[in-house]
């Protein structure tokens, strides 16, 4: 089919789901069929390479997990992550982003099978549709949600991979919010767990309780101490390093069945209306982590000072980049 129709087609689908509201009835309904047969289209594009087997040799989601792994391997004994007196070299950051991938699943974090019935572009639609804030809720029925209330610490920079090793979607919130907020958040994202920094444990723990008093069963906390064992805060709750130390070595990566599947949800700061959400897919935050690093003019390893929120649209996806440059 030609391209330009078909690319019409999609803008046309996306300007009518946005328009759709309860009372319409008919548009729902004729967009989730115009969704199924865009999908169709997807198909149809490979007949032009008829007699081609598609394989691993010449096709592979792509997604930021990939990052890690070729570091690990090809940087595997350069520095990634300075912080303090803690360092982490590209190996023991693999090493420990698969034991907590593998921990993540310890605790009932796992990826729901896909329905056949609900489409790629039809879940878009459900979760497109609800105004101002993301609606989306085939979504997470199949994918689930790991939260995030940190600054730019370690525990982050190996979330942002552990998460999707884990077949999971990151989450991670604005660290400037307060219990009511996070605890919206938390309700909207349907979270199962939330990795709280202890400077922060007393916003963390008061938006749980709020999830409770509205009979809410509220996501496991993980406490994240201080890198290098100096705080003293005790919890009753999970405690970060010793649940990644309860990950397998050997835990498979749970890797995304394809590159559209979600890889985070950022929310805006809600300075002026209710957050939005907006999610990110593997092959987007693959495609961004690179063009985020070429546009800085950055060359191999290199050395970035950490400014930008990790919580931000996830530090502009500069802890994949650098992990596909070999930088820290």
């Given at each position: 089919m030609n391209q330009l129709f078909k690319n019409s087609l999609t803008r046309f689908y996306y300007g009518l789901s946005r328009t759709n509201h309860p009372k319409h009835g008919k548009n729902v309904e004729w967009s989730r069929q115009l969704s199924q047969y865009l999908g169709d289209l997807e198909q149809e594009s490979w007949k032009s390479m008829e007699g081609l087997?598609?394989?691993?040799?010449?096709?592979?989601?792509?997604?930021p997990i990939s990052f890690l792994e070729r570091s690990a391997k090809v940087y595997r004994d350069r520095t990634s992550v300075v912080y303090g007196s803690v360092k982490y070299t590209w190996a023991e950051t693999h090493g420990r982003c698969v034991k907590l991938a593998s921990a993540l699943t310890q605790l009932g974090i796992s990826p729901g099978d896909v329905n056949e019935e609900n489409g790629r572009l039809g879940s878009a639609v459900q979760y497109i549709r609800g105004g101002k804030i993301l609606h989306y809720e085939i979504m997470s029925s199949m994918f689930e949600q790991v939260a995030t209330l940190a600054p730019n610490i370690p525990a982050m920079h190996e979330l942002h991979f552990a998460v999707p090793m884990a077949g999971a979607v990151l989450c991670?919130?604005?660290?400037?919010?307060?219990?009511?907020?996070?605890?919206?958040?938390?309700?909207?994202?349907?979270?199962?767990?939330?990795?709280?920094?202890?400077q922060l444990l007393e916003v963390a723990q008061g938006a749980l309780n709020l999830l409770e008093d509205m009979k809410l069963k509220p996501p496991t906390l993980v406490l994240v101490l201080e890198a290098d064992g100096s705080s003293s805060v005790t919890t009753t709750s999970y405690e970060y390093e010793s649940l990644l130390a309860t990950g397998c070595n050997e835990f498979v990566?749970?890797?995304?069945?394809?590159?559209?599947?979600?890889?985070?949800?950022?929310?805006?700061?809600?300075t002026t209306s209710m957050p939005k959400g907006v999610v990110?897919?593997?092959?987007?935050?693959?495609?961004?982590?690179?063009?985020?690093?070429l546009l800085h003019g950055m060359g191999s390893m290199p050395v970035y000072l950490w400014t930008v929120p990790m919580f931000h649209c996830n530090g502009w996806c500069l802890i994949w980049g650098l992990a596909a440059f070999g930088g820290h």
């Open positions: 087997v598609r394989c691993s040799a010449n096709f592979v989601p792509l997604s991670t919130l604005n660290t400037r919010h307060d219990s009511s907020m996070v605890s919206v958040l938390l309700k909207h994202s349907e979270a199962k767990a939330i990795f709280v920094d202890y990566i749970r890797r995304p069945k394809t590159e559209w599947d979600p890889i985070s949800i950022n929310y805006t700061s809600g990110y897919c593997h092959r987007g935050a693959y495609l961004n982590s690179i063009a985020t690093v």
